[in-house]
């Protein structure tokens, strides 16, 4: 399951739901949409000479939620025209508790 985490955003409220929106664009994002998380967070980033420096972390496990979460990226900053940096950091492990279904089998 990706996470996608907004850090520093001025609304991330608003951001929340371009995220979401951006998730219907293809059948395959539509899809993909079950599978996600997003995660805001109502900080401030600055840089050091103190403009805002949003960003996102995403958390994913395999190659394709890799792909589909920077397709949806790279949507959200087009939409939004926004400009910010992107981690994503691979999961070594994700489980559920209690144990989903897929996992067994």
């Not at 994503?88 to 144990?99: I, K, T, Y």
């Amino acid at each position: 399951m990706p996470n996608i985490e907004l850090h520093g955003f001025l609304d991330s409220a608003d951001m929340r739901k371009i995220v979401w929106s951006s998730l219907f664009g293809t059948d395959e994002l539509r899809d993909f949409a079950d599978e996600v998380v997003v995660t805001t967070f109502p900080s401030q980033t600055n840089n050091r000479q103190g403009r805002q420096s949003p960003f996102v972390r995403v958390y994913f496990e395999d190659k394709r939620e890799l792909e589909l979460c920077k397709h949806i990226l790279s949507r959200v900053a087009m939409k939004r025209k926004v400009a910010f940096d992107a981690e994503f950091v691979r999961l070594a492990l994700f489980l559920s508790f209690p144990p989903r279904k897929h996992l067994f089998r």
